[in-house]
T-cell receptor
Framework: AQSVTQLDSHVSVSEGTPVLLRCNYSSSYSPSLFWYVQHPNKGLQLLLKYTSAATLVKGINGFEAEFKKSETSFHLTKPSAHMSDAAEYFCVVSGRFYNQGGKLIFGQGTELSVKP | DAGVTQSPTHLIKTRGQQVTLRCSPKSGHDTVSWYQQALGQGPQFIFQYYEEEERQRGNFPDRFSGHQFPNYSSELNVNALLLGDSALYLC??????????????FGPGTRLLVL
């Protein structure tokens, strides 16, 4: 069965400092992996996705993530945090072979706080 | 290009009642998935519809049912509401025939409160 574990429920950084949100995954096959962001009272927005191409994936708003098969990790990073980055972040794994579509399996979320 | 839209935005019901939530997918998408997000939790997959049929289902009771129409829009119905059904219900659309069919785009959600 596929699953994701987000290692921190809450991360707090100062504006202008780097962001690291950690995610480990478990999958019996080569997975598709995603990061979504959810701002308060808003829906989920896709930040970036990995689908077995380049292991370093660049997303929107300066975020990027690196797929490391040996470590079963897919950590999200950003060099410099902005106040507008404060939100809930979800690491997500696809539940099927990517060419068959299907359900997404979400982690529990990491709340990112950004201090001025 | 309109994204995924959902209605209503908020809803209050009492235990035992029935509710219908609606979703219109992103233009060009043919598949609709529904998720339940309880407070402080990640979304949980309810089911997915393609070609007007339920294609996959998560671990939810039969009180949760759905429908997809020929124009690809979808409804989620919940019967005999329980207090525990209070949650944000998210609709996501995707294109099954696309190069990345698992990439899903989410609507803003319907917040359901059961009293």
């Amino acid at each position: 069965a596929q699953s994701v574990t987000q290692l921190d429920s809450h991360v707090s950084v100062s504006e202008g400092t780097p962001v690291l949100l950690r995610c480990n995954y478990s999958s019996s096959y080569s997975p598709s992996l995603f990061w979504y962001v959810q701002h308060p009272n808003k829906g989920l927005q896709l930040l970036l996705k990995y689908t077995s191409a380049a292991t370093l994936v660049k997303g929107i708003n300066g975020f990027e993530a690196e797929f490391k098969k040996s470590e079963t990790s897919f950590h999200l990073t950003k060099p410099s945090a902005h106040m507008s980055d404060a939100a809930e972040y979800f690491c997500v794994v696809s539940g099927r072979f990517y060419n068959q579509g299907g359900k997404l399996i979400f982690g529990q979320g990491t709340e990112l706080s950004v201090k001025p | 290009d309109a994204g995924v839209t959902q209605s209503p935005t908020h809803l209050i019901k009492t235990r035992g009642q029935q509710v219908t939530l609606r979703c219109s997918p992103k233009s060009g998408h043919d598949t609709v998935s529904w998720y339940q997000q309880a407070l402080g939790q990640g979304p949980q997959f309810i089911f997915q519809y393609y070609e007007e049929e339920e294609r996959q289902r998560g671990n939810f009771p039969d009180r949760f049912s759905g429908h997809q129409f020929p124009n690809y829009s979808s409804e989620l119905n919940v019967n005999a509401l329980l207090l525990g059904d209070s949650a944000l219900y998210l609709c996501a659309s995707s294109l099954l025939a696309g190069s990345h069919p698992e990439t899903q785009y989410f609507g803003p959600g319907t917040r359901l409160l059961v009293l």
